[in-house]
Protein backbone atom coordinates (compact mmCIF):
# COMPACT_ATOMS: atom_id res chain seq x y z
CA UNK A 1 0.00 0.00 0.00
CA UNK A 2 1.36 3.29 -0.95
CA UNK A 3 2.10 6.02 1.29
CA UNK A 4 -0.15 9.10 1.41
CA UNK A 5 1.59 11.52 3.44
CA UNK A 6 -1.24 14.13 2.92
CA UNK A 7 -3.82 12.12 3.90
CA UNK A 8 -2.44 10.57 6.91
CA UNK A 9 -0.75 13.92 8.16
CA UNK A 10 -3.55 16.09 6.70
CA UNK A 11 -2.65 19.22 8.35
CA UNK A 12 -6.08 20.49 9.31
CA UNK A 13 -7.25 17.22 11.22
CA UNK A 14 -3.45 16.76 12.90
CA UNK A 15 -4.00 20.26 14.41
CA UNK A 16 -7.09 19.51 15.27
CA UNK A 17 -6.99 16.45 17.16
CA UNK A 18 -3.32 16.72 18.53
CA UNK A 19 -2.88 20.74 19.10
CA UNK A 20 -3.90 20.73 22.60
CA UNK A 21 -1.90 18.57 23.79
CA UNK A 22 1.64 19.27 22.15
CA UNK A 23 1.56 22.34 24.65
CA UNK A 24 5.01 24.54 25.41
CA UNK A 25 5.52 23.17 28.26
CA UNK A 26 5.70 19.66 27.07
CA UNK A 27 7.77 21.13 23.97
CA UNK A 28 10.35 22.44 26.70
CA UNK A 29 10.33 19.07 28.61
CA UNK A 30 10.93 17.24 25.44
CA UNK A 31 13.54 19.24 24.76
CA UNK A 32 15.38 19.03 27.90
CA UNK A 33 15.20 15.27 27.19
CA UNK A 34 16.77 15.69 23.95
CA UNK A 35 19.47 17.75 25.01
CA UNK A 36 20.41 15.39 28.06
CA UNK A 37 20.95 12.55 25.63
CA UNK A 38 22.46 14.69 23.20
CA UNK A 39 25.04 15.97 25.54
CA UNK A 40 25.66 19.06 23.13
CA UNK A 41 28.61 21.76 23.35
CA UNK A 42 26.07 24.70 22.29
CA UNK A 43 27.03 25.61 18.65
CA UNK A 44 26.05 22.76 16.97
CA UNK A 45 24.18 22.61 13.63
CA UNK A 46 20.85 20.72 13.79
CA UNK A 47 18.29 19.43 11.44
CA UNK A 48 15.18 18.17 12.52
CA UNK A 49 14.03 16.03 9.66
CA UNK A 50 10.10 15.53 9.12
CA UNK A 51 9.97 18.38 11.84
CA UNK A 52 5.72 19.18 11.40
CA UNK A 53 5.53 22.61 12.39
CA UNK A 54 8.87 22.75 13.88
CA UNK A 55 8.05 22.99 17.97
CA UNK A 56 11.01 21.39 18.31
CA UNK A 57 13.13 23.36 15.75
CA UNK A 58 11.84 26.59 16.87
CA UNK A 59 12.92 25.86 21.00
CA UNK A 60 16.28 24.55 19.84
CA UNK A 61 17.13 27.80 17.75
CA UNK A 62 15.43 29.79 20.84
CA UNK A 63 18.63 28.25 22.89
CA UNK A 64 20.74 29.25 20.51
CA UNK A 65 21.44 26.20 18.46
CA UNK A 66 21.79 26.64 14.08
CA UNK A 67 18.85 24.58 13.29
CA UNK A 68 17.02 23.60 9.75
CA UNK A 69 14.02 22.52 9.81
CA UNK A 70 12.62 20.01 6.85
CA UNK A 71 9.01 18.41 6.41
CA UNK A 72 7.02 17.78 3.04
CA UNK A 73 4.13 19.63 3.77
CA UNK A 74 3.53 22.78 2.77
CA UNK A 75 1.21 23.33 5.11
CA UNK A 76 3.20 22.17 8.02
CA UNK A 77 6.25 24.53 6.84
CA UNK A 78 3.92 27.93 6.97
CA UNK A 79 2.70 27.44 10.65
CA UNK A 80 6.28 26.76 11.48
CA UNK A 81 7.80 30.02 9.88
CA UNK A 82 4.67 31.90 11.35
CA UNK A 83 5.39 30.21 14.69
CA UNK A 84 9.15 30.82 14.28
CA UNK A 85 8.52 34.50 13.59
CA UNK A 86 6.11 35.25 16.45
CA UNK A 87 8.51 33.55 18.94
CA UNK A 88 11.55 35.60 16.90
CA UNK A 89 13.30 32.17 16.13
CA UNK A 90 15.35 32.01 13.79
CA UNK A 91 14.62 28.72 11.72
CA UNK A 92 15.38 27.60 8.25
CA UNK A 93 12.51 25.71 7.10
CA UNK A 94 12.86 24.55 3.49
CA UNK A 95 10.97 21.65 2.16
CA UNK A 96 12.09 18.33 1.61
CA UNK A 97 11.33 14.92 0.62
CA UNK A 98 13.26 12.63 3.43
CA UNK A 99 14.18 10.38 0.96
CA UNK A 100 15.70 12.54 -1.79
CA UNK A 101 17.57 14.50 0.93
CA UNK A 102 20.97 15.79 -0.71
CA UNK A 103 23.17 17.15 1.91
CA UNK A 104 26.54 16.19 2.08
CA UNK A 105 28.60 15.77 5.76
CA UNK A 106 26.97 19.74 6.34
CA UNK A 107 25.35 18.50 10.10
CA UNK A 108 26.34 18.11 13.73
CA UNK A 109 22.82 16.37 14.89
CA UNK A 110 20.16 15.07 12.32
CA UNK A 111 16.83 14.39 14.38
CA UNK A 112 13.78 12.31 13.66
CA UNK A 113 11.73 12.31 16.53
CA UNK A 114 8.17 10.84 17.51
CA UNK A 115 7.67 7.70 15.36
CA UNK A 116 8.43 9.67 11.57
CA UNK A 117 10.23 6.75 10.33
CA UNK A 118 9.08 3.72 8.61
CA UNK A 119 6.21 5.16 6.62
CA UNK A 120 7.50 3.62 3.34
CA UNK A 121 9.01 0.39 1.68
CA UNK A 122 12.14 -1.32 3.12
CA UNK A 123 14.22 -0.04 0.01
CA UNK A 124 12.78 3.43 0.90
CA UNK A 125 13.42 3.43 4.52
CA UNK A 126 17.02 2.82 3.98
CA UNK A 127 17.41 5.37 1.63
CA UNK A 128 16.06 7.46 4.42
CA UNK A 129 19.10 6.16 6.42
CA UNK A 130 21.38 6.11 4.12
CA UNK A 131 20.66 10.01 3.44
CA UNK A 132 20.83 10.93 7.35
CA UNK A 133 23.95 9.06 7.80
CA UNK A 134 25.25 11.02 4.21
CA UNK A 135 24.12 14.45 5.88
CA UNK A 136 26.40 14.31 8.98
CA UNK A 137 29.74 15.06 9.69
CA UNK A 138 32.05 12.81 10.79
CA UNK A 139 30.97 11.59 14.33
CA UNK A 140 27.59 13.53 13.90
CA UNK A 141 25.07 12.42 15.89
CA UNK A 142 21.47 10.96 14.92
CA UNK A 143 18.65 10.91 17.33
CA UNK A 144 15.54 9.26 17.18
CA UNK A 145 13.04 7.22 18.07
CA UNK A 146 10.62 4.18 17.11
CA UNK A 147 8.00 1.82 18.74
CA UNK A 148 9.30 -1.31 19.88
CA UNK A 149 8.21 -4.20 17.93
CA UNK A 150 9.38 -6.57 20.32
CA UNK A 151 6.68 -5.67 23.10
CA UNK A 152 4.31 -3.68 20.70
CA UNK A 153 3.46 -6.65 18.46
CA UNK A 154 0.98 -8.32 20.62
CA UNK A 155 -0.22 -5.39 22.13
CA UNK A 156 -1.64 -2.81 19.50
CA UNK A 157 -4.82 -1.67 20.28
CA UNK A 158 -7.16 0.65 18.80
CA UNK A 159 -7.02 4.21 19.82
CA UNK A 160 -9.65 7.16 20.09
CA UNK A 161 -8.55 10.78 20.05
CA UNK A 162 -11.94 12.78 20.66
CA UNK A 163 -12.23 16.58 20.87
CA UNK A 164 -15.50 18.25 21.92
CA UNK A 165 -17.60 15.51 20.12
CA UNK A 166 -15.14 15.12 16.84
CA UNK A 167 -13.44 11.49 17.17
CA UNK A 168 -10.40 10.42 15.44
CA UNK A 169 -10.24 6.45 15.66
CA UNK A 170 -7.12 4.38 14.77
CA UNK A 171 -7.96 0.38 14.38
CA UNK A 172 -4.30 -1.48 14.10
CA UNK A 173 -3.49 -4.44 13.06
CA UNK A 174 -0.46 -6.27 12.56
CA UNK A 175 1.24 -8.85 10.23
CA UNK A 176 4.22 -10.22 12.02
CA UNK A 177 5.10 -11.83 8.73
CA UNK A 178 5.98 -8.31 6.88
CA UNK A 179 6.70 -6.30 10.24
CA UNK A 180 4.24 -3.99 8.52
CA UNK A 181 1.41 -2.58 11.03
CA UNK A 182 -1.62 -2.00 9.28
CA UNK A 183 -3.81 1.05 10.46
CA UNK A 184 -7.42 1.68 9.57
CA UNK A 185 -7.96 5.56 10.41
CA UNK A 186 -11.65 6.55 11.01
CA UNK A 187 -11.86 10.65 11.53
CA UNK A 188 -15.57 12.06 12.39
CA UNK A 189 -15.97 15.59 12.07
CA UNK A 190 -18.59 17.86 12.21
CA UNK A 191 -21.19 14.89 11.49
CA UNK A 192 -18.60 13.95 8.80
CA UNK A 193 -16.79 10.49 8.27
CA UNK A 194 -14.11 9.89 6.22
CA UNK A 195 -11.59 6.53 6.87
CA UNK A 196 -8.71 5.38 4.82
CA UNK A 197 -5.97 2.87 5.94
CA UNK A 198 -1.93 2.94 5.85
CA UNK A 199 1.35 0.94 6.36
CA UNK A 200 4.02 1.47 8.81
CA UNK A 201 7.14 -1.08 9.11
CA UNK A 202 7.72 -1.69 12.92
CA UNK A 203 11.39 -2.75 13.98
CA UNK A 204 13.10 -4.26 16.38
CA UNK A 205 16.81 -3.29 17.76
CA UNK A 206 17.94 -6.26 16.26
CA UNK A 207 16.76 -5.25 12.64
CA UNK A 208 17.27 -1.60 13.24
CA UNK A 209 20.80 -2.57 14.40
CA UNK A 210 21.10 -3.92 11.20
CA UNK A 211 19.93 -0.88 9.12
CA UNK A 212 21.87 1.38 10.98
CA UNK A 213 24.90 -0.47 10.50
CA UNK A 214 24.61 -0.96 6.76
CA UNK A 215 24.99 2.75 6.45
CA UNK A 216 27.32 3.69 8.47
CA UNK A 217 25.79 5.13 11.43
CA UNK A 218 26.65 2.87 15.00
CA UNK A 219 24.69 2.88 17.72
CA UNK A 220 25.86 4.51 20.93
CA UNK A 221 22.99 4.32 23.41
CA UNK A 222 19.79 3.17 23.20
CA UNK A 223 16.94 3.85 26.03
CA UNK A 224 13.49 2.43 26.62
CA UNK A 225 12.17 6.09 27.10
CA UNK A 226 12.82 9.96 26.93
CA UNK A 227 13.57 9.96 30.37
CA UNK A 228 16.23 7.73 29.70
CA UNK A 229 14.77 4.57 31.44
CA UNK A 230 16.66 1.19 30.27
CA UNK A 231 15.66 -0.35 27.26
CA UNK A 232 14.28 -4.15 27.73
CA UNK A 233 12.35 -6.51 25.42
CA UNK A 234 9.15 -4.87 27.20
CA UNK A 235 10.27 -1.17 26.55
CA UNK A 236 7.09 0.63 24.64
CA UNK A 237 9.15 2.58 22.26
CA UNK A 238 13.05 2.37 21.65
CA UNK A 239 15.40 5.87 21.98
CA UNK A 240 18.33 5.52 19.84
CA UNK A 241 21.71 7.81 19.88
CA UNK A 242 23.87 6.73 16.65
CA UNK A 243 26.99 8.18 15.55
CA UNK A 244 28.78 8.23 12.53
CA UNK A 245 31.89 6.59 11.98
Not at 202 to 217: C, F, M, S
Not at 230 to 241: A, Y
Request: net charge neutral; aromatic share 12%; charged share 30%.
Amino acid sequence: MKFNIEEVFKVDDYMYFYSKFLTEERTKLEVENILSILNLQGNEKIIDIACGFGRHAIELSKMGFDVTGVDIMDEFLEIAKQKANNQKANVNFLKKDIRKLEYKEEFDVALLLFTSFGYFSEKENQLVLKNISNLLKRNGKFLFDIPNRDSRATKFSDSVFEVDKDMMIDLPSFDPLSGYLNIRRIIIRENKRREFEYNMRIYNLTEINKLLDEVGLTIKQVYGSWEKEKFTVNSPRIIILAEKI
